[in-house]
């Protein structure tokens, strides 16, 4: 948006100008005469039907604009000349009273006005007061020097922000809002849309370069932000540039009226206008606001278009009032007799016209009463003949213009630290006519704005910056409330099994399926379940050490729930992966209670070291399609540390080897046969695999779905329970149901026993698993003293012929040797020794008596075979844990080879 403080000047600075004119004499005498018809129109009027006091006033003003073509003084003295007559027809004690104007020409130079005032004070007669004043830098250098000249000064121009400082510029009243008074307009109506972005252009001069320290004052105290300050004495559409390039949307211009179409231009050429600029038009002075000039490249439709929405700040010129004020006159009867009067005399509208008609009225009055205050002192004084001091004077005179408060035809007149109170105009530029749509009042400092004559080019007011909608993603209460409510059907589940499992502990089926272990594997659902609970509440509802809190809560639930669960799935599988092992029980609990062991001592160390913290996480902002100056951006609310991404690594590291171990393990026993279909081996390799599965999609879905709550605690509360629910259904249903249709059958006929035969036969299966390990070692010994044998009855052959035979027996023994199976060892040692008495049978019978001879053998034979025979089958197996008899049964004897079981 831009704001133009500019338009028509008010206090111009003519001093270059005027030196141009003096160079051209024939101008100068016009102006000259002029001035001297204007003095005598002024002091020399009808002759009054009474005597009036006169009251002299210095009137300071340039006399020419500088160019030569207008006369400054003379678009004012009609509305001068219109108060005086107006003044002599008022009663006392204002009739009683004439004011004569003594016209200095100041030319806009503080050197040769302040030539002119002490020449006119020298001259006489006695001054009081000091009337007009235009130019900027005279006006500054006079009031500076009122107080020691004894003079007040009324002005009909606006005053500088510079000169509000009352210790320097205490005698100066003006009649025109000081730009101070502009810039506090600019400043509320940033504050009423909340503009808190803007920029300003200026363009150089004294009064606007005042201005804009001013303004800048004023937005550094409402904490507006200036973004850049361009200035226009280079190329205007550069300065614009720049602007826009760093996106600023309100643009404070500070440029005289003739600059006001070339920016124009470069505004249309820039795009710098339409719902994104709102402008706001205004100036210091009353005339109104015209795009004048055209330019090359822009025409007039092109400057309008661009500056159509625009709002211009301008000062009151006429009052809204159709009361008669204190003249008597209607603010619209003074402009018809202005007019009417400027007309005769051929002379332009000047801006201050009704602010020159009030100035009279101001001095006419305050030195009327200080006429009548000072009569009646010296009158009714103790002391006659006594007059009052200029001191005593001049207080009396300040007083009195402090004290001013009448309707004039601009408003009310009154006076606060010498500032004129009225209001300023905002009026909407709309097509190719202003519509007034608010003011502001600079007695009250409250602007007031018509809502519905207010147009904007967008749906709302421009903004100042690009909106950035910040939001908080986070769960909402219907998908929590489905979350949950699974969570909580999979822990009555869960509760309902636990139950069932406690309360049929002594089941036979539950007993070999190592009931024992059931309880820890629903224990460790239980925990995963109730994270689910856990992490759908929403951290912005809760104080920040509870969020914390249930970060921690969250995790240890779910860790230790997923260790207890696959830990015991890991300890079963390996039971049936190898049977043979000894106290099998107490291994498996080992196991569980060692991984269980690792994870706590890995949390724990979290925890301590690195402990959750609820971060918030920003995410990408979003353009929405349909409004492009609105983007959202989001954020939420994560568990997190320092260090998540190594102890996340630290937790996957050592359980991924089990995972793999334990997928590995029971893969290789999903065929294997179980005592009974309710504990099948292929439900447990199912179970081992889903947690394997969900374990790896859990960790990456959380990971990749972490900036986002709502999804990923969908997916991470999907996966939990659905392995969660697969677990139970494989491991619990078969046993469930199983029960639940046969609850009251017993064990089979086949292995029915009482009490004190299970606890028996438990001892039983211990020492035949000991027996069988020793019976193991026995064949070990038995195989090494055969080979032993056999290498020194081979050693001691000495003919090629039975060598050959040794080699054809040989022969035989491989051959033997494949058939037998587990007793080739045997057969092979056997055959060596006959094959090698064979060979020796050629050279010499042996003697009856030989270590080799034929009955010796044979004597070996019938003690060795039967010992052979019993050794070697456990050797092969084992005698089997689960029989009844050491020997009572085939099942005793069981060969596992390549996962398959023979008997």
């Keep these: 948006m831009l704001i133009l403080l500019s338009g028509q000047p008010l206090m111009k600075d003519y001093s270059s100008r005027e030196q141009q004119v003096s160079q051209k004499m024939g101008c100068r005498g016009r102006v000259q005469v002029s001035t001297l018809l204007l003095v005598c129109c002024l002091l020399v009027g009808p002759v009054p039907a009474q005597v009036r006091h006169p009251l002299p006033v210095l009137w300071m003003m340039p006399v020419s604009s500088g160019s030569g073509g207008e006369n400054l003084t003379a678009t004012v003295a009609p509305a001068?000349?219109?108060?005086?007559?107006?003044?002599?027809?008022?009663?006392?004690?204002?009739?009683?009273?004439?004011?004569?104007?003594?016209?200095?020409?100041?030319?806009?130079?503080?050197?040769?006005?302040?030539?002119?005032?002490?020449?006119?004070?020298?001259?006489?007669?006695?001054?009081?007061?000091?009337?007009?004043?235009?130019?900027?830098?005279?006006?500054?250098?006079?009031?500076?020097?009122?107080?020691?000249?004894?003079?007040?000064?009324?002005?009909?121009?606006?005053?500088?922000?510079?000169?509000?400082?009352?210790?320097?510029?205490?005698?100066?009243?003006?009649?025109?809002p000081s730009d101070r008074a502009l810039n506090q307009a600019t400043v509320k109506l940033l504050q009423r849309y909340k503009w808190t972005r803007v920029g300003i252009v200026t363009q150089e001069g004294p009064r606007l370069s005042e201005m804009k320290k001013d303004l800048l004052r004023q937005l550094l105290k409402t904490d507006v932000q200036v973004v850049s300050t361009e200035s226009l004495s280079e190329d205007v559409c550069n300065s614009l540039r720049r602007l826009k390039e760093n996106d600023v949307r309100i643009?404070?211009?500070?440029?005289?009226?003739?600059?006001?179409?070339?920016?124009?231009?470069?505004?249309?050429?820039?795009?710098?206008?339409?719902?994104?600029?709102?402008?706001?038009?205004?100036?210091?002075?009353?005339?109104?606001?015209?795009?004048?000039?055209?330019?090359?490249?822009?025409?007039?439709?092109?400057?309008?278009?661009?500056?159509?929405?625009?709002?211009?700040?301008?000062?009151?010129?006429?009052?809204?009032?159709?009361?008669?004020?204190?003249?008597?006159?209607?603010?619209?009867?003074?402009?018809?007799?202005?007019?009417?009067?400027?007309?005769?005399?051929?002379?332009?509208?000047?801006?201050?016209?009704?602010?020159?008609?009030?100035?009279?009225?101001?001095?006419?009055?305050?030195?009327?009463?200080?006429?009548?205050?000072?009569?009646?002192?010296?009158?009714?004084?103790?002391?006659?003949?006594?007059?009052?001091?200029?001191?005593?004077?001049?207080?009396?005179?300040?007083?009195?213009?402090?004290?001013?408060?009448?309707?004039?035809?601009?408003?009310?007149?009154?006076?606060?630290?010498?500032?004129r109170m009225t209001w300023i105009d905002l009026i909407q530029f709309q097509g190719s006519s202003g519509v007034s749509v608010g003011d502001f009042n600079t007695s009250t400092q409250q602007l007031r704005l018509i809502n519905h004559l207010i147009k904007f080019k967008g749906p709302g007011p421009a903004r100042d910056q690009v909106l950035v909608l910040v939001q908080r993603q986070q769960v909402s209460l219907l998908l929590y409330s489905m979350v949950s409510s699974a969570a909580a059907v999979t822990i009555f589940i869960t509760l309902t099994l636990l139950l069932f499992t406690v309360i049929y502990h002594k089941h036979w089926l539950l007993r070999r399926s190592a009931g024992s272990q059931d309880e820890l594997l629903l224990l460790g659902v239980l925990l995963s379940s109730s994270s689910v609970l856990v992490s759908g509440l929403d951290g912005a509802s809760l104080?920040?050490?509870?969020?914390?809190?249930?970060?921690?809560?969250?995790?240890?639930?779910?860790?230790?729930?997923?260790?207890?669960?696959?830990?015991?799935?890991?300890?079963?599988?390996?039971?049936?992966?190898?049977?043979?092992?000894?106290?099998?029980?107490?291994?498996?609990?080992?196991?569980?209670?060692?991984?269980?062991?690792?994870?706590?001592?890995?949390?724990?160390?979290?925890?301590?070291?690195?402990?959750?913290?609820?971060?918030?996480?920003?995410?990408?902002?979003?353009?929405?399609?349909?409004?492009?100056?609105?983007?959202?951006?989001?954020?939420?609310?994560?568990?997190?540390?320092?260090?998540?991404?190594?102890?996340?690594?630290?937790?996957?590291?050592?359980?991924?080897?089990?995972?793999?171990?334990?997928?590995?393990?029971?893969?290789?026993?999903?065929?294997?046969?179980?005592?009974?279909?309710?504990?099948?081996?292929?439900?447990?390799?199912?179970?081992?695999?889903?947690?394997?599965?969900?374990?790896?999609?859990?960790?990456?879905?959380?990971?990749?779905?972490?900036?986002?709550?709502?999804?990923?605690?969908?997916?991470?509360?999907?996966?939990?329970?659905?392995?969660?629910?697969?677990?139970?259904?494989?491991?619990?249903?078969?046993?469930?149901?199983?029960?639940?249709?046969?609850?009251?059958?017993?064990?089979?006929?086949?292995?029915?026993?009482?009490?004190?035969?299970?606890?028996?036969?438990?001892?039983?299966?211990?020492?035949?698993?000991?027996?069988?390990?020793?019976?193991?070692n026995q064949t070990d010994q038995l195989d090494a003293e055969i080979e032993t044998i056999t290498m020194q009855l081979c050693e001691t052959s000495e003919s090629t012929a039975a060598e050959l035979k040794l080699h054809r027996c040989t022969r035989g023994r491989d051959q033997a040797s494949t058939t037998s199976g587990s007793v080739r060892s045997v057969t092979w040692s056997h055959e060596a020794q006959v094959c090698w008495e064979d060979g020796q049978s050629d050279r010499k019978p042996a003697s009856p008596d030989a270590i080799n001879s034929p009955e010796h053998v044979r004597r070996r034979l019938s003690v060795q075979l039967p010992i052979l025979h019993h050794s070697y089958l456990p050797a092969v197996g084992g005698v089997s844990t689960s029989s009844s008899s050491l020997f009572g049964s085939q099942d005793a004897f069981v060969h596992r080879d390549d996962n398959f079981l023979f008997t």
Aim: net charge positive; aromatic share 8%; hydrophobic share 40%.
């Design 251 to 419: 643009i404070i211009g500070l440029f005289e009226e003739d600059s006001a179409s070339e920016v124009f231009c470069c505004v249309y050429r820039l795009n710098m206008f339409g719902p994104q600029y709102q402008w706001l038009v205004a100036d210091g002075g009353a005339a109104g606001w015209r795009l004048g000039r055209h330019l090359s490249g822009c025409t007039a439709d092109s400057l309008l278009t661009a500056a159509d929405g625009s709002i211009r700040l301008s000062m009151r010129a006429l009052s809204n009032s159709n009361k008669p004020g204190v003249s008597g006159r209607t603010p619209q009867d003074y402009q018809d007799s202005y007019l009417r009067q400027l007309t005769s005399d051929g002379s332009k509208v000047s801006p201050l016209h009704s602010f020159a008609y009030d100035s009279v009225w101001v001095a006419a009055s305050a030195l009327s009463q200080v006429m009548e205050a000072v009569k009646l002192r010296e009158k009714y004084s103790s002391q006659r003949n006594t007059s009052v001091s200029e001191e005593e004077v001049q207080r009396t005179l300040l007083d009195a213009l402090k004290k001013t408060q009448f309707e004039g035809v601009t408003g009310p007149v009154s006076f606060r630290n010498g500032e």
């Design 80 to 176: 001068v000349q219109l108060a005086l007559q107006d003044l002599k027809r008022q009663p006392a004690p204002l009739g009683n009273y004439e004011i004569q104007l003594q016209l200095l020409d100041s030319q806009c130079d503080p050197a040769e006005s302040l030539k002119a005032l002490f020449d006119a004070m020298w001259a006489g007669p006695k001054y009081l007061l000091l009337f007009g004043g235009v130019c900027p830098s005279v006006t500054a250098f006079i009031a500076r020097s009122l107080p020691a000249l004894n003079l007040l000064q009324v002005s009909f121009a606006a005053s500088s922000p510079s000169l509000s400082n009352r210790k320097w510029y205490g005698n100066l009243f003006s009649m025109v």
């Design 543 to 776: 104080s920040p050490p509870t969020a914390e809190l249930l970060c921690s809560v969250r995790l240890w639930t779910l860790s230790v729930g997923h260790t207890v669960v696959f830990a015991v799935l890991f300890a079963r599988t390996w039971r049936i992966y190898s049977p043979g092992s000894v106290k099998q029980t107490q291994r498996d609990v080992c196991l569980v209670l060692w991984m269980l062991l690792l994870d706590v001592m890995v949390l724990t160390f979290w925890q301590i070291l690195d402990p959750l913290r609820r971060v918030e996480l920003q995410l990408r902002p979003q353009r929405k399609s349909a409004d492009q100056d609105v983007v959202v951006r989001l954020y939420c609310e994560r568990c997190s540390s320092i260090n998540m991404e190594l102890w996340i690594t630290a937790v996957c590291g050592y359980k991924a080897p089990l995972l793999v171990l334990g997928c590995l393990m029971a893969w290789s026993i999903r065929t294997l046969q179980v005592d009974h279909p309710a504990v099948s081996s292929k439900h447990l390799t199912l179970s081992v695999f889903a947690v394997m599965l969900f374990s790896v999609s859990g960790v990456s879905a959380s990971l990749l779905t972490s900036h986002n709550p709502p999804v990923q605690l969908c997916v991470s509360s999907v996966l939990i329970l659905c392995c969660n629910l697969l677990t139970l259904s494989w491991l619990f249903g078969p046993k469930f149901f199983y029960v639940c249709l046969n609850g009251g059958e017993r064990q089979p006929l086949s292995q029915q026993q009482p009490p004190s035969r299970l606890q028996a036969e438990d001892e039983e299966r211990e020492k035949l698993s000991r027996l069988n390990q020793q019976l193991k």
